[in-house]
């Protein structure tokens, strides 16, 4: 019997193991422009994603393929293809919805928009 099972045991049946933790996601692939202001780290991929990570129920947001830069007077716009990962209860179209609830990102059609998958870690 391992540590687990015996601290169980030893305990009696009415304690059930819980995991707090649930690091079931939803990755999602999404076409995107993201507005990132002049004055970042310098590493614009990086702020793009930090920017995504902005949206409620994101937890990773990762740039795949860069499509473009367009720097602009104060911000820099990027459109890209990114994999956002997500609580698995977010179908794609509200993790569309709630990226653009968020200030400076604009989803976009077309480019794998909505390819997702469901998975634990």
Do not use: C, F, W, Y
């Not at 990570?53 to 720097?71: F, K, Q, S, W, Y």
């Amino acid at each position: 019997m391992d540590s687990l099972s015996t601290a169980l045991h030893n305990v009696g049946d009415s304690m059930t193991p819980t995991n707090d933790n649930d690091t079931t996601q939803r990755s999602t692939t999404v076409r995107v422009a993201v507005r990132v202001p002049d004055g970042g780290d310098g590493d614009l991929v990086a702020d793009a994603e930090r920017r995504l990570t902005h949206a409620t129920g994101v937890r990773r947001a990762t740039v795949e393929d860069l499509h473009g830069i367009e720097p602009k007077l104060s911000a820099t716009r990027l459109t890209a293809t990114a994999t956002i990962d997500s609580r698995p209860s977010l179908p794609p179209p509200e993790i569309r919805s709630r990226l653009a609830d968020v200030s400076g990102v604009d989803p976009l059609a077309g480019g794998g928009d909505g390819t997702s998958q469901t998975h634990g870690r």
